[in-house]
């Protein structure tokens, strides 16, 4: 079974512009995260959403961040406009809500490296 | 954000030597959830623990969840090269939520 597919991989940008990282999770499961990672803060829930809906925004940073899920297969983070202190690796990652209402293991992609000059 | 208390932050062992790990907090959790990263890749799940006591074995990675429900351990037994990346657990403190709170890793490096 495929993965979490994340990309791009790698995005270098300048300061001020536009990034949209990609993500699409386990096929079948209906639970979306994005994380950020980095070195000083370790891995922090950006944004949650279940049944494509967001439920739990409370992790952007700021307005400056976006994230949509338009359909059950894809979700986008955007960074507009991207600062360099924004340069970290940004993972999604997927799981799935029981019937009963419980979450379990999440499950992560590969990750972009983001670095804004 | 919230994270939890891992060590050691990093460790050299030789290989074919046993290594252990553990995450400790003030809070009880519900689930225990061991990852490991290789560079440039996500988190990889390696052990789930959902119950305080469990042990579960995976090939030569055994965790358990602690009897307090504040704390897991990882053990691998007789270490190899491949072993090399960090580890990290993660821990859900409300049953059946969807938030884990990420440990702080271990960075593991193997000498062969």
């Known amino acids: 079974d495929a993965g979490v597919i994340q990309s791009p991989r790698h995005e270098v940008t300048e300061m001020g512009q536009e990034v949209t990282l990609r993500c699409k999770p386990i096929s079948g499961h209906n639970s979306l995260f994005w994380y950020r990672q980095t070195m000083m803060r370790g891995l922090e829930l950006l944004i949650y959403?279940?049944?494509?809906?967001?439920?739990?925004d409370s992790g952007m940073p700021e307005d400056r961040f976006s994230a949509k899920m338009p359909n059950a297969s894809f979700s986008t983070l955007k960074i507009q406009p991207s600062e360099p202190r924004d340069s970290a690796v940004y993972f999604c990652?997927?799981?799935?809500?029981?019937?009963?209402?419980?979450?379990?293991?999440?499950?992560f992609g590969p990750g972009t490296r983001l670095t804004v000059t | 954000g919230q994270q939890l208390n891992q060590s050691p932050q990093s460790m050299f062992i030789q290989e074919g030597e046993d290594v252990s790990m553990n995450c400790t907090s003030s809070?009880?959790?519900?689930?225990w959830l061991w990852y490991k990263q290789d560079p440039g890749e996500g988190p990889v799940l390696l052990i789930a623990?959902?119950?305080?006591?469990e042990l579960t074995s995976n090939g030569r990675l055994t965790a358990q969840f602690g009897i307090t429900r504040k704390d897991s351990f990882l053990n691998i037994s007789a270490s190899i090269p491949s072993d090399v990346g960090i580890y990290f657990c993660a821990g859900q403190l409300t049953s059946g939520t969807y938030k884990y709170i990420f440990g702080t890793g271990t960075r593991l490096k193997v000498l062969a």
């Open positions: 623990l959902y119950k305080a006591g």
């Open positions: 959403f279940n049944n494509n809906v967001p439920i739990d």
């Open positions: 990652a997927s799981s799935t809500e029981t019937q009963q209402g419980l979450w379990y293991e999440q499950y």
């Open positions: 809070s009880i959790f519900n689930t």
